[in-house]
């Protein structure tokens, strides 16, 4: 009889086992018949696709821990790892801006250098550095320029963190949308050197009720997360070393983005010629100092013309590569270098 007991121990688990799978087959039925998209994924048109929206994603329970760091780290930045950060070891950003008050809607705004498939960018040249760079190498380029601070260890949990929101945002990204989250928009050059009176004016009625008269934007209400809108010049602005000190460069992304709410990637609201007189007025203005810029673009031919600083492979005045005309500086590296430049 002794021999039967193990038997049955056996047996009895073997039911148990089975009566749960079979409650589990029709549980699944359940939720199935309920709602089949917890197990179907419908496939999206390319048309269709957007970006995750973080916030809701946060407030439904389904964001990794490291996807959300990364979400507060760029969209707090000043809070997180800025002068506001209560731990001195984190002060690697210099201003109070946050990293989403120019890479628009936390990154996923086409035309505001979004975030969406950048990693899949990198490794990618650099004119700057003159050699490949990785995407931590760039978010370092503007930890030190446009947040005028400095480097963040490249294998710190705030740079892996960034680097996995970054990803996360990109995921299901349809191929034939990822050049239209590249970059900004294109640009017709203007045959004519910046009107700081045109973009004085230009200022005045699109962009105070923003920035404020003087420039220097709104904070939000909890201070400690930096702007709501960002200066645009002054001691708490991007350095003069900074893309978007940049004249064309400005232009593009106040082109594709601005008056903020208005403008888009594909119906902008300024035309080329006042987005460009609005930037070199907006870059006229005094800024933190970049140190070391002559190191800058060790080919000096690679250096978009609408660079500020010196040197430059050519002889045109300081003031012109500030405010230009540029198609003079742009026709002279095509005649000279066979060079297409387009800022």
């Known amino acids: 009889m002794k021999d039967f007991k193990p038997l049955v121990k056996r047996i009895f688990k073997l039911l148990i086992s089975i009566f749960l799978l079979i409650s589990l087959v029709f549980l699944g039925l359940y939720v199935y018949n309920s709602n089949p ?10 048309k269709d696709w957007v970006p995750k929206d973080i916030l809701l994603e946060i407030a439904d329970g389904y964001v990794a821990k490291d996807v959300e760091y990364g979400y507060r780290l760029l969209s707090e930045t000043s809070k997180w790892m800025g002068p506001m950060a209560e731990d ?24 505001s250098a979004s975030w969406v498939g950048v990693t899949n960018r990198f490794p990618q ?32 949990e705030e740079m892996k963190a960034m680097v996995a929101y970054m990803e996360w945002i990109s995921e299901n990204l349809p191929k034939d949308r990822e050049e239209e989250f590249k970059g900004y928009p294109e640009l017709q050059v203007p045959n004519v050197a910046v009107n700081l009176e045109t973009g004085k004016a230009l200022f005045t009625k699109e962009c105070i009720v923003c920035h404020g008269e003087n420039g220097q934007g ?7 997360k930096g702007y709501q809108y960002p200066p645009l010049w002054g001691a708490d602005s991007y350095n003069d070393g900074a893309g978007m000190h940049r004249v064309l460069t400005a232009a593009q992304f106040i082109k594709g983005n601005m008056p903020f709410g208005q403008a888009s990637y594909n119906n902008p609201s300024l035309t080329d010629e006042e987005a460009f007189h609005l930037a070199g007025y907006i870059n006229s203005f005094d800024r933190p100092k970049m140190k070391n810029t ?10 978009p013309v609408s660079t500020s600083y010196g040197p430059w492979a050519d002889n045109f ?25 387009t800022k």
């Open 125 to 156: 040249y650099n004119g700057r550095s003159n050699k490949d760079i990785t995407i931590e190498d760039r978010i370092n380029g503007c930890m030190e320029r446009s947040m005028n601070g400095k480097k963040l260890p490249e294998k710190s």
């Open 88 to 111: 001195p070891k984190m002060h690697f950003s210099g201003n109070n801006m946050s990293c989403t008050n120019c890479h628009l809607k936390g990154g996923t705004q086409a035309g």
């Open 218 to 224: 709104i904070l939000l209400a909890d201070a400690s």
């Open 294 to 303: 002559e190191g800058d673009y060790p080919d000096l031919k690679k250096k």
């Open 317 to 341: 005045s300081a003031e012109q590569h500030k405010y230009g005309p540029f198609s003079p500086i742009i026709n002279y590296y095509k005649e000279k270098y066979d060079m297409n430049k």
């Open 37 to 46: 998209s917890y197990f179907v994924k419908e496939k999206i048109a390319a």
